[in-house]
């Protein structure tokens, strides 16, 4: 059972070029989320998707875009790379909303220089 | 708006000593209260959950305790050990949110010595 995959794993960018994150679960998971990870910070929540077909910014959703491609896939895109977003980031899935727990994928970790 | 927040870390233990990681929360209603655990280079595990006051949530001999009356969720461990050694971070997720967005503590970080 994978659960929920993440690719890549490792990126490095230049400022101002575009990547997609791409993640995918196996779960037949209503909801997914997007979190990025930066020392001494927790993880912020950059966009989610509560249900297929809708997709709603979290708390640091300036320079990301998401895709929910279909019920088993959540993409992140940077559009133009800025240092700031060099960050660990990871997908998430769950059953529901309210009080299920969630599932994390393995993380992507991404230098912008 | 809701919040959580842990002890700072590192917190460095011997091998068998007892674990305690503090953690508090502000929010409206009845949030369910989670316990994650981040080993290196590895992304997040759920360690254990409650979703309601008083429920005690248990999990690998961790365990933590809803209290709603000191709005809390301490994590504890008898006696822990270096395969322990790990980030661990305390969450909830709002009981009048219908997104299932979680909020996350800054994390704590457990070295056991051996």
Redesign the interface.
């Known amino acids: 059972n994978a659960g929920?995959t993440q690719t890549p794993k490792f990126q490095v960018l230049k400022t101002g070029q575009s990547m997609t994150l791409q993640c995918a679960q196996d779960m037949n998971h209503n909801?997914m989320?997007w979190y990025r990870q930066d020392p001494?910070?927790?993880?912020?929540?950059i966009y989610?998707s509560?249900s297929e077909g809708t997709t709603?910014k979290?708390e640091v959703p300036n320079g990301y875009n998401v895709s929910r491609l279909n019920k088993r896939e959540f993409s992140l895109r940077l559009e133009s790379a800025a240092p700031s977003q060099t960050s660990v980031y990871?997908c998430?899935s769950?059953a529901?909303?309210?009080?299920?727990?969630?599932?994390?994928?393995?993380?992507t970790r991404l230098t912008v220089t | 708006g809701n919040s959580v927040t842990q002890m700072e870390g590192p917190v460095t233990l011997s091998e068998e000593a007892f674990l305690t990681i503090n953690c508090t929360y502000t929010a409206t209603g009845y949030p369910s209260l989670f316990w994650y655990v981040q080993y290196p280079g590895e992304g997040l595990q759920l360690l254990l959950k409650a979703t309601k006051a008083d429920d005690k949530g248990s999990n690998k001999g961790f365990e933590a305790t809803y209290r709603k009356e000191t709005t809390s969720f301490h994590l504890e461990k008898g006696s822990v050990q270096v395969s322990d050694s790990a980030v661990y971070f305390c969450a909830l997720s709002g009981s009048s949110s219908n997104t299932g967005k979680l909020i996350f503590g800054q994390g704590t970080t457990l070295q056991v010595k051996p």
């Not at chain 1, 001494?40 to 929540?45: C, D, H, S, T």
Request: proline share 4%; net charge negative.
């Open positions: 929920v909801s989320y001494g910070m927790g993880l912020r929540l989610y509560a709603d979290g990871f998430a769950s529901g909303t309210s009080g299920y727990e969630q599932y994390f994928g393995p993380g």
